[in-house]
Nanobody, 114 residues
Framework: VQLQASGGGLVQTGGSLRLSCAAS????????MNWYRQPPGKQREWVAT???????NSAASVKGRFTISRDNAQNTVYLQMNSLKPEDTAVYYC?????????WGEGTQVTVSS
């Protein structure tokens, strides 16, 4: 099983980006799908979660600006990021429980310029 993230880039303050993360391989079940991020010089932090039945939760720092969603048919999770701020600059990682095991994708860089 592999997770492949995409959609990062450079954006100005107030701009938007949409991250995607697709799971591939021999998949029987996909439960929680998550986004984490690691700002420069800081520890990795949780951003948002969407459960297998579509319930969502997100960190206070992104609530109201970021929206997590998923396409179960494509085993893909998305993170729509609006009203981006310089402090959102980080490497973003997806994580998912696939076949009852946790998997991490490679990170995708998001840089927000002031």
């Amino acid at each position: 099983v592999q997770l492949q993230a995409s959609g990062g880039g450079l954006v100005q303050t107030g701009g938007s980006l949409r991250l995607s993360c697709a799971a591939s391989g021999r998949i029987f079940s996909v439960n929680d799908m998550n986004w984490y991020r690691q700002p420069p010089g800081k520890q990795r932090e949780w951003v948002a979660t969407i459960t297998g039945d579509g319930r969502t939760n997100s960190a206070a720092s992104v609530k109201g600006r970021f929206t997590i969603s998923r396409d179960n048919a494509q085993n893909t999770v998305y993170l729509q990021m609006n009203s981006l701020k310089p402090e959102d600059t980080a490497v973003y990682y997806c994580n998912a429980v696939v076949n009852r095991r946790h998997y991490w994708g490679e990170g995708t860089q998001v840089t927000v310029s002031s």
